[in-house]
Nanobody
Framework: QVQLVESGGGLVQPGGSLRVSCAAS???????????RGWYRQAPGKQRELVAF??????NYAASFEGRFTISRDNAENTIYLQMNSLKTEDTAIYYC???????????WGQGTQVTVSS
């Protein structure tokens, strides 16, 4: 019912910036109930960790990312963004967005976008 498509990943040098996007789509019966919430990431050999999410119009960040990363959402386009600045090699990971379907217990995930920070 919910499809999430991420884009914007790639290779960036340490200290650089990158913006990833996540666009949501769905069936006619679900599109108005889709809320794209936020981002997780998973680095090689590590567990998936929360990066940031939106709730009630406010941005929330895991402590490790506050100040460097900025999450925003375009409600009209049902798209969420993650602006990443001052990137470090340890930010190398696959970044996943997720969305909730209002009125159900369903959480949907994007396919992930690779971010590689390397010189």
């Amino acid at each position: 019912q919910v499809q999430l498509v991420e884009s914007g990943g790639g290779l960036v040098q340490p200290g650089g910036s990158l913006r990833v996007s996540c666009a949501a789509s769905g069936s006619i019966s679900s599109i108005s109930r889709i809320v794209v919430r936020g981002w997780y990431r998973q680095a090689p050999g590590k567990q998936r960790e929360l990066v940031a999410f939106m709730r009630s119009g406010s941005a929330n960040y895991a402590a490790s990312f506050e100040g460097r990363f900025t999450i925003s959402r375009d409600n009209a386009e049902n798209t969420i963004y993650l602006q990443m600045n001052s990137l470090k090699t340890e930010d190398t990971a696959i970044y996943y967005c997720y969305a909730d379907l209002i009125g159900s217990n369903t959480r949907s995930w994007g396919q992930g976008t690779q971010v590689t920070v390397s010189s």
